[in-house]
């Protein structure tokens, strides 16, 4: 079946440090992969998409490139900022059917 | 204003009460869904709809109920609430394109006591 597996958070970073948060996937066909963010009291906003292997999504100083031989969708941010500070959820999408992780709690601290 | 409307924000409601979430888009997608969020469990589809006439039960259906009122209406009904169905309740909608995102209102937190 389909699946997102991301990893547990939640992770704290200091302000300007790398992040990475894995994702991977379990999936039939070609999915169309993304990662959504949710900040405290409002619903998933989409932060980027890659929609055929190979393909990097950007937005934000945030970047994730789909890996189909390696079933990933890692997102990655050269120096975070207090304003990163959000759950992060990859999802992917078959058909019209969508698929999301548990999710990833991240806190920036100054 | 918000693409994806979601009304209420909060309710606070007993057990056994009948109770109904709105949702109204401005998008013109065909697709729309409902969504239960609940900490450490991610999203969980309940309910979703391709068009007015199309209705379709997802992994948690059991104790919801719901209603495609015009393309851009679909509304979330729980019978008899129960203090389990206390979760953070999101409606989506999405375009027929391949590749297109989900797009999520604001939420509907609601507490059964």
């Known amino acids: 079946g389909n699946s997102v597996t991301q990893m547990e958070g939640p992770v704290t970073l200091s302000e300007e440090a790398f992040l990475t948060i894995n994702c991977t996937y379990t999936?039939?066909?070609?999915?169309?992969l993304f990662w959504y963010v949710q900040y405290p009291g409002e619903g998933l906003q989409l932060l980027l998409k890659?929609?055929?292997?190979?393909d990097k999504g950007s937005n934000k100083g945030f970047e994730a490139t789909y890996r189909k031989e390696t079933t990933s969708f890692h997102l990655e941010k050269g120096s975070v900022q207090v304003s990163d500070s959000a759950v992060y959820f990859c999802?992917?999408?078959?058909?019209?059917?969508?698929?999301f992780g548990t999710g990833t709690s991240l806190t920036v601290i100054p | 204003d918000a693409d994806v409307t979601q009304t209420p924000r909060n309710r606070i409601t007993k057990t056994g009460k009948r109770i109904m979430l709105e949702c109204s888009q401005t998008?013109?997608?065909?697709?729309m869904y409902w969504y239960r969020q609940d900490p450490g469990l991610g999203l969980r589809l309940i309910y979703y709809?391709?068009?007015?006439?199309?209705?379709n039960k997802g992994e948690i259906s059991d104790g919801y109920s719901v209603s495609r009122q015009a393309q851009a209406k679909f509304s979330l009904s729980l019978e008899s609430a129960i203090p389990n169905q206390t979760a953070l309740y999101f409606c989506?909608?999405?375009?027929?394109?391949?590749?297109?995102?989900?797009?999520f209102g604001n939420g509907t937190r609601l507490t059964v006591t």
């Open positions: 989506a909608t999405s375009d027929v394109s391949v590749g297109s995102p989900l797009h």
């Open positions: 998008k013109g997608h065909d697709r």
């Open positions: 709809s391709f068009d007015v006439k199309d209705i």
């Open positions: 999802a992917l999408r078959t058909g019209n059917q969508f698929y």
């Open positions: 999936a039939t066909g070609y999915p169309s």
């Open positions: 890659a929609t055929k292997a190979d």
